[in-house]
């Protein structure tokens, strides 16, 4: 059975699945970030593609986004459920959460499958598929916010400066997300996010968390997001 579902996130979720299998796919855009893992779970078959490679070496602006999504569209997914981690600009949105993004802004680095030929493409996160996120993360118990995601380009943190002005129009801020949701987008394809706010971004607050709170804080939403994907793709058309 082809995978309808795909699940693009860190490696330590390709755990999730059973009976998996590894599928190397190749594109036109070239290859994607590593192979896909092809198995159970939920009780339906399901894609997983580790963002950053298996061994974790890609960082954020080497990632070969358009061959990620291509690579899930040409192996037959319909839906992608993004996983992200994200540092929070907002006080009241305290570390561990869950964050849903409602919309997102990426003013810088777009990219796009229409370099030759002029098409206008209306970039968003499938609401369809976002309800269902936000209804299965209050089932769980899970403390969740929604609002605006904000993509830098990374490697680098952002400085003071930046998050200062940032904070007045987003309300968390990562490196991935709105690239794989225009991108499949432009696709046909339905996206939607589930951040982990594992960090307050730098100058939020006049102390920075230690490099422990962050690892435990990551730990604890993974444990959580873990739970609340299970419940997502049961329900999941």
Known sequence: M???I???GGSG???LLRKSKSV???TKYGSPS???EIGEFSGKTVTFLPRHGKKRNLPPHTINYKANIFALKKIGVEKIIGVTSVGSLKKKIKPPCIFIPNDYMNLWGIQTYYEKEIVHVTPEVDESMRKIVVEQAKSIGANVYEGV?????GPRLETKAEINFLKNYADVVGMNMATEATLSK???LKYVNISSVDNYANGVLSESLTFEQILQNARKNSNQIKK???????VIE
Do not use: C, H, M
């Open 34 to 36: 590593d192979s896909v």
């Open 186 to 188: 432009e696709l046909g």
């Open 2 to 4: 082809k995978p309808r």
């Open 6 to 8: 795909a699940i693009i």
């Open 228 to 234: 609340l994907l299970k419940n997502v793709v049961k």
């Open 24 to 26: 190397k796919i190749k």
């Open 149 to 153: 995601y904000v993509q830098t380009t």
């Open 13 to 15: 979720f390709s755990e």
